[in-house]
Structures are given as C-alpha cells and as structure tokens.
C-alpha cells in the first residue's frame, strides 16, 4: 500500500543525496530524514533521522535523532536515540548513544558510550546529594572542645 514508518521516523520534509552525488562539506538541516545514498565529505547534523544506504558513506562526524546504517561512516557518531547497523554496515569511530543494535556482520572500529536519560539523572542526583553533603558539613558549626574542658 504504502511506506511503512521505520519505528521513530519522523515525518516531514526528506533529503535524499543520490547515488552518484559527491557533496564536499557539512551538511547542517531539520529535515525529518537525511538519505545518503551517494556520498558526503563532511559532517553531518541534523536534528531528524539519518539513513546510509548500502552505497552511502560519509567521511565526517554525525549528529542525528535515530540513524541507520548500511553504508560506511568514517568519523565520531552521536545519536540521541537509537543506531541501527545492518548487514555490512561499517562504523570507524566513536559512538554515543541511548541504545544499539546491529547485525552480526556489521563492523564498529571505536568505542561505544551508551548511557541512557534515567541512568543520566540518577547519576546526576548522587553528585548532586553528595555535593549538598560536603556543603553541609562545612557549614555545620564545630565544637570547640577545649570551651567546655575549661567550663
């Protein structure tokens, strides 16, 4: 019937780059979804979804809501959702993420940080408490105990 919507895909206005298509630079948009199927010598950031086709690569950083991946990226990835890697799919970098999921024949040559947003915060308000703690304590009066030795 028609497209069927890959899980948090946003909807909107598309970007395709064409197989074929050398783009020499960065790519900064609010598309819904970036598809590179040609390819693109620069960064790219957008705050949708981003799509590397089989024949797609980018030699650049990325920064993307959800991003899948069946081309080849050469450079530092942050995802502030998920990364999908498909069958032959090739990451060179570093990765940040919430969550990852990748087939068995994809390759990642980096390291992968994923952290999530409840993890985030709880760590944030253990920092936050212990900090108030040391606030406390030296705020607290001290006892001077040689004052009462002498009462």
């Avoid at 970007?15 to 390819?39: H, L, W």
């Avoid at 993420?97 to 068995?104: I, Q, R, S, V």
Wanted: net charge negative.
């Amino acid at each position: 019937m028609g497209k069927r919507n890959r899980g948090n895909v946003a909807t909107g206005e598309n970007t395709v780059i064409g197989e074929g298509t050398v783009i020499k630079g960065d790519i900064v948009s609010d598309s819904a979804v970036i598809r590179v199927d040609g390819q693109v010598d620069g960064g790219i950031q957008t705050k949708g979804d981003l799509i590397i086709a089989t024949q797609g690569v980018v030699n650049g950083d990325v920064t993307a809501t959800n991003l899948n991946l069946a081309g080849k990226i050469l450079g530092d990835v942050e995802i502030g959702n998920k990364i999908e890697i498909e069958a032959n799919g090739k990451l060179l970098g570093n990765i940040s993420t919430k969550l990852l999921a990748m087939d068995e024949t994809a390759v990642i040559q980096g390291n992968v940080n994923m952290t999530s947003d409840t993890a985030e915060t709880a760590e944030n308000k253990t920092e936050e408490k212990t900090a108030a703690e040391a606030e406390d304590k030296a705020d607290a009066p001290k006892e001077d105990s040689k004052a009462e030795d002498n009462a």
